[in-house]
């Protein structure tokens, strides 16, 4: 009896022991949970330490001016950003114009001079008439009949209308052409105003950019340093205009993604990071840290680990997650980003993440 109630208290404690196992892995999944960057308090999250170094002339006293501080500057960027692209499109939709403006004035050129041409044929053929003194008795007297008479006036009525017609009609022409050059003139002196609005809003963006970046520069190393780590390189040249910059983080992006569920994706990373403001090494590195480069996804085109989202397509997921980087995370990667992003191994994930960055 004292085996069987002995192994009874045995198995009694062996469940115990399980549930409480069960139970703490449970909470530590659900703590694990609540710290990631989808889930963590976007308000709580705003109180962690403030940096205390000076950046672009500020000393940031605590941590909500600081956040504060950066929204401001985002916003900035991506305005401007919004910006050039409505300029280039106005400019796009006003070099169109141009374009059938010059095709209008060559047909018109092209009705000008046949008119003229007839009109002028017209004339001459009256002239010589009047001058060989073809007049109304003389259409009479050489008439066979009333009949040929009637007809052969009003073919000479016919004819002097026409030619009237036709010089009329060239004047029309004329002014209808002189018209469509001053349109065509006015047309290309809003193309230049256009085109500098949008050099000054490009302008507005690559400062905005050069600001936060040098803000971000600075903290990154001082974090790194500070944490005995590595920092980023201060490399992304945002001088170039969009179409420049589009052009050769794609290539790079797509070079470091080749081989992978992300290949090819390259200008989708590189379009919302100029439209951002984020370093265009940043969301690509953090799919390989995550996800093996969208290898290993949890959830349809998730490949950073980004809570519980999924998305329809590898365009929409970069740009969603650049976007929150630059909401939550700021311009680069940080060893405060990497805290942030990755609580739970936060010194492996910044390593790996910024020495995925440093090979695209």
């Given amino acids: 009896m004292r085996d069987i109630v002995a192994d009874a208290n045995t198995e009694q404690g062996i469940r115990a022991s399980i549930v409480g196992v069960i139970g703490l892995v449970v909470l530590c999944a659900l703590l694990c949970l609540s710290m990631h960057p989808a889930y963590a308090d976007d308000d709580a999250s705003s109180t962690t330490a403030a940096p205390s170094e000076e950046m672009g002339g500020i000393r940031y006293s605590n941590a909500l001016q600081y956040r504060s501080d950066l929204e401001a500057a985002q916003k900035k960027i991506e305005d401007s950003a919004k910006a050039y692209d409505d300029a280039c ?9 141009i374009s059938d403006n010059k095709t209008h004035l060559s047909e018109i050129s092209s009705h000008i001079d046949d008119r003229y041409a007839a009109a002028s044929a017209s004339m001459v053929r009256l002239y010589k008439m009047q001058r060989e003194g073809c007049s109304a008795v003389d259409v009479l007297v050489g008439s066979q009949s009333l009949n040929d008479f009637a007809t052969s006036m009003t073919y000479i009525e016919y004819m002097q209308q026409r030619a009237s017609d036709d010089l009329s009609s060239f004047d ?10 001053q349109d065509l003139e006015d047309a290309y002196q809003q193309v230049q105003d256009e085109t500098a609005r949008a050099q000054q809003t490009l302008a507005d963006a690559q400062q905005a950019r050069e600001d936060i970046k040098n803000s971000f520069i600075v903290e990154a190393s001082t974090q790194g340093s500070s944490q005995g780590e590595s920092v980023i390189d201060d490399s992304i040249d945002w001088s170039l205009d969009k179409d420049a910059f589009i052009s050769e983080w794609a290539a790079r992006i797509d070079r470091y993604l080749a081989g992978s569920p992300l290949e090819g994706q390259g200008e989708s990373f590189a379009d919302a990071a100029w439209q951002y403001g984020v370093d265009p090494r940043w969301s690509p590195a953090i799919s390989n840290t995550e996800s093996s480069k969208g290898a290993i996804c949890f959830l349809p085109h998730n490949a950073w680990g980004w809570g519980d989202v999924s998305w329809g397509s590898w365009d929409e997921a970069i740009h969603a997650h650049v976007a929150g980087l630059a909401k939550g995370y700021g311009y680069t990667i940080s060893y405060d980003a990497a805290s942030k992003y990755c609580p739970p191994n936060t ?9 995925q960055m440093q090979t695209i």
């Fill in 89 to 97: 499109a106005r400019v796009s939709d006003l070099e169109q114009r």
């Fill in 347 to 355: 010194k492996h994930w910044y390593e790996s993440t910024l020495q």
């Fill in 172 to 181: 029309t022409t004329k002014q209808d052409l002189e018209s469509t050059e």
